[in-house]
């Protein structure tokens, strides 16, 4: 069986990417955050990392228990 490579697009510059292809991935550094491309050339974010921080560019999340979660959504981008 031969070996695949996937190959993540990633930016240690950009917030954001400015276009990804049908299916194309991306992770951007800047904002720890995770993209895919869809096939009407939108972008769509995935995941990135959370904080506990009170800090511009979050929302609160509460989880099962009612405790109180922030997150940063789309690397700031609402």
């Known amino acids: 069986m031969a070996n695949t490579t996937i190959q993540i697009l990633r930016s240690y510059a950009n917030t954001r990417p400015s276009n990804l292809d049908d299916g194309e991935l991306a992770y951007s550094f800047v904002s720890n955050t995770f993209f895919i491309g869809d096939r009407d050339g939108k972008i769509i974010t ?22 109180i979660n922030v997150a940063t959504i789309d690397g700031g981008n609402f």
């Open 46 to 67: 995935v995941g990135g990392l959370t904080t506990t921080e009170n800090a511009a560019n979050t929302v609160v999340l509460r989880d099962q228990n009612g405790n």
